[in-house]
């Protein structure tokens, strides 16, 4: 039986930015829940919960202090249950977000670790002597800046931490801590989660040498490399380890000895090493890299070589991503605006359902938001902190929700927002969206149902057609269903040299296609920002 995740189009929730039913200005599971009939309405399979953990939030959730529990702010254990019982009602399956790289610096686990060279718990971070001089261990950077090391005078020792120095980074190599890890994802899939997406699932162990990085070297350094210190060291050997796959191994038994359950991850760092990390029987099920979620020229040539590379892996099942908590907005990031653009959320919704590969879609995606504006004063993210103006972080992409125009904070709550709302999305709220024939959301509502309904879609192989300064155009193919699928990116109109592999009628799939597009016998012509989508 086919898995339910392959194909499938899960929803990732942030859920400080979702819905306020308290009057706290942080979203929480209770507004989740009020809001679950919306959610089905997209025709999504399942929703991605941000983590909810209790936490001190220096990372917003990505450093959790308690494993077992859910955030007060969100409502505690008693609103995640009646949560999961309502979304399994309408059919929604709840994935969990899990940072099992580190902790927060407050958990109990590290608490304990940091007391002496000699507990139960020493092992269980990354600890090292400092240098004769006092200097960090290694040339470790950490990707919220400075140094991957941080001294503390209680052990008289450095520990690593590849984010900020309150998330001390597991020692996964520590046979009881990787068993402790193995035990959380246990403990809510018992509690009925579906499955797990894993945070930084490329970085769960360390060199054990301790050795450095090697830089990028000079001549291979672009405008990536030189944005972000830390990206100028080729990051093999404080993540990114071949036999970071064994602890991904064991995970995937874990999860696999429950039915029908799934298990993803992030890796963001070195995509060459996706096929290792998952597979048809080795690592887990899917991932996604930051190649398109990093991409700022929406390019057809860098959809064709992803394709290239995804394809040469064997037994790979992709996963399609242009968005999330992390990165600009689309509309923001391809279309360099801080407004809406309905043809190019339209264009980059039919892409991401058309390609092959489990979809996933972020919040606001549907509405085609934008970013949201940040001034210093309202900066939460250690991101923006670091950088700002020359980039405000990932606040943006987090402002909350809108809701209602007409409503004080656009619906999302009746306090004062924990983020600004954004002006621009007051004429992109749902309910103004909801009442619109012609709008984004509802173009996602039926695009959504249209992917539903055709195999070669959902389950297909790909077939790439062409690729062009403009077009895009590839097959989707399963049994004897193709589908040809072709992508103008530019604001300017294009045409491909098409011939039709029969004489046949090939009823177009209306649902998947924005702008405008004809096609004949010879040529397929696509008005700006098209896309055209047809059985072939």
């Avoid at 898995?3 to 009057?23: E, H, K, L, N």
């Avoid at 120095?165 to 996964?172: A, C, F, R």
């Avoid at 429950?258 to 099920?285: I, K, M, Q, T, W």
Wanted: aromatic fraction near 10%; charge should be negative.
């Amino acid at each position: 039986m086919t898995p339910w995740w392959r194909g499938a189009v899960v929803y990732q929730i942030y859920p400080r930015s979702f819905c306020d039913t308290d009057g706290d200005g942080v979203g929480d599971l209770k507004g989740v829940e009020s809001k679950l009939d919306y959610i089905a309405s997209l025709g999504v399979d399942a929703l991605w919960l941000s983590p909810i953990h209790p936490s001190p939030n220096r990372d917003f959730g990505y450093d959790v202090a308690d494993f077992d529990g859910v955030a007060p702010e969100f409502g505690g254990m008693a609103a995640f249950e009646r949560l999961i019982k309502q979304a399994h009602a309408r059919g929604l399956k709840i994935i969990l977000d899990e940072v099992l790289s580190h902790t927060s610096d407050q958990h109990a686990w590290f608490l304990g670790s940091l007391k002496s060279r000699d507990n139960s718990k020493a092992d269980w971070y990354v600890w090292a002597d400092p240098r004769e001089d006092g200097t960090p261990p290694n040339n470790w950077l950490s990707v919220f800046g400075g140094p991957a090391w941080s001294y503390h005078p209680a052990r008289r020792q450095y520990y690593f931490h590849k984010f900020l120095k309150q998330q001390p980074k597991l020692n996964l190599r520590n046979p009881p801590t990787l068993d402790a890890a193995l035990a959380v994802l246990k403990y809510w899939l018992d509690l009925g989660v579906d499955g797990f997406r894993l945070d930084v699932a490329n970085s769960f162990l360390h060199d054990a040498q301790l050795r450095d990085n090697p830089p990028v070297p000079v001549a291979e350094r672009t405008a990536y490399h030189w944005a972000h210190a830390p990206n100028l060291q080729r990051r093999i050997r404080d993540s990114n380890l071949p036999e970071n796959r064994t602890v991904l191994d064991k995970i995937r038994a874990l999860v696999d000895g429950y039915d029908n359950r799934f298990v993803f991850g992030e890796f963001s760092e070195e995509p060459r090493l996706l096929g290792e990390f998952a597979g048809a029987d080795h690592g887990l099920h899917t991932g996604y890299t930051f190649t398109f979620l990093d991409d700022r020229q929406f390019k057809p040539e860098i959809f064709a070589k992803h394709h290239a590379f995804l394809s040469a892996i064997e037994g790979l099942w992709p996963c399609v991503t242009f968005s999330n908590h992390d990165v600009p907005r689309p509309v923001t990031r391809y279309g360099r605006s801080m407004e809406g653009d309905p043809a190019l959320a339209k264009l980059v919704m039919s892409l991401a359902l058309c390609l092959k590969g489990t979809v996933l879609l972020y919040q606001g995606e549907e509405l085609g938001l934008p970013d949201g504006p940040i001034e210093r004063d309202q900066i939460r993210d250690p991101v923006g902190e670091l950088y700002f103006p020359y980039a405000k972080g990932r606040d943006p992409c987090r402002t909350p929700m809108p809701w209602q125009a007409d409503a004080p904070n656009l619906g999302f709550t009746s306090g004062k927002p924990w983020l600004p709302m954004a002006p621009a999305h007051r004429a992109l709220c749902v309910d103004i969206q909801d009442r619109d024939q012609h709008s984004v959301l509802n173009f996602a509502r039926r695009a959504i149902a249209e992917r539903k309904l055709h195999p070669a879609l959902v389950l297909g192989d790909l077939v790439a057609l062409a690729s062009s300064e403009q077009v895009l155009a590839f097959e989707r193919q399963h049994g004897d269903e193709r589908i040809v699928c072709a992508f103008n990116l530019s604001r300017t109109p294009a045409t491909l040299p098409f011939t039709w592999s029969t004489a046949a009628g090939h009823p177009r799939l209306s649902s998947l296609e924005s702008g405008t597009a004809e096609a004949d016998g010879a040529q397929i012509r696509l008005g700006p920002l098209s896309a055209f989508v047809a059985k072939s």
